[in-house]
């Protein structure tokens, strides 16, 4: 009887450790040191389906669709583990197996995601409000890495800006190689032509004296702010923009540090380009 009692403890014990392998390593584990290789193929491709999902939303900058796949692989991890806790006894992997095989395709698992995701993809959490109204102060971001062989005028990039190599920045590119550039308050003149700007009628939020306005570059056209109380620095150029390197400007006009302070950003210092708010500060109740 005590041998049974005993057995029976321990059986309860590891479909516990299963439970929370199914919570948090990879899917189908759990299931994997209680013996059941098939419900562990079967757990592993269905839950992991909606966490690979994940980098693919983010990369198609789909707010939308990327949070219902947290939602999805969040249920499927805990269905998973509940399953887990209802398998009856069978004839499981020896302890030192089952820890040894569990650490392996964790770790195995987790190279792969560092060099797959991660070295495509990169979170920030953006403490600056100088790409205002695109991103607010506090957001968490993703952006995809990379070389931008070929940018576009209000192309919206990850930089280290000249002489403030100490944080990355997120700002948008206004103008190319071989541009001439001019920055006369709020007015940005290209190529000797004015980008046009629209007044929109849209209230920025928790700033009284902002305003926002529509400005179209080229077949692009965004939304930037202005602060109306900021007494706006003299004329900024005209320059012309070296080879091999963008003129950013914040979408905060009047607090944004960029290209009229630090001069144009070499294309070599242009290290990915915007996705997507993967968070909003707004959600956090904070700004």
């Known amino acids: 009887m005590a041998s049974e009692e005993g057995t029976a403890r321990a059986s309860r014990s590891r479909r516990w450790v299963a439970f929370f392998l199914e919570l948090g390593t990879l899917p189908g584990l759990g299931h994997y040191v209680l013996g059941s290789t098939r419900a562990a193929l079967a757990w592993g491709a269905a ?32 269905l998973s583990g509940l399953h887990c806790l209802r398998q009856p006894a069978r004839v499981a992997p020896g302890a030192w197996r089952a820890t040894a095989v569990v ?21 920030f959490h953006h403490t600056a409000g100088s790409m205002y109204p695109l991103i607010s102060e506090g957001d968490r971001i993703y952006a995809r890495m990379g070389v931008v062989a070929a940018p576009s005028r209000g192309d919206v990039v990850v930089l280290m800006l000249p002489g403030a190599e100490d944080a990355l920045r997120v700002k948008r590119i206004v103008a190319l190689p071989g541009d001439t550039v001019l920055v006369d308050g709020l007015s940005v003149i290209v190529n000797q032509t004015p980008l046009p700007q629209e007044r929109v009628a849209e209230a920025c939020v928790g700033m009284a004296t902002c305003t926002l306005w529509e400005e179209t570059n080229g077949d692009a056209r965004y939304t930037i702010s202005a602060d109306d109380s900021h007494v706006r620095s003299a004329p900024f150029g005209p320059i012309t923009v070296p080879d091999d390197s963008v003129f950013v400007l914040g979408d905060n006009r009047d607090n944004s540090l960029d290209s009229r302070h630090q001069g144009p950003v070499p294309l070599t210092d242009v290290l990915g380009t915007f996705l997507m708010i993967w968070l909003p500060a707004a959600w956090l109740g904070s700004e």
């Open 47 to 78: 839950v992991t389906a909606p966490g690979l999902g994940l980098a693919g939303a983010a990369l198609a900058a789909s707010r939308s669709f990327f949070w219902a796949l947290c939602v999805v692989h969040v249920l499927g991890r805990l």
């Open 103 to 123: 650490l392996a395709v964790t770790i195995t698992a987790t190279l792969l995601n560092e060099y797959l995701v991660a070295s495509r993809l990169k979170a």
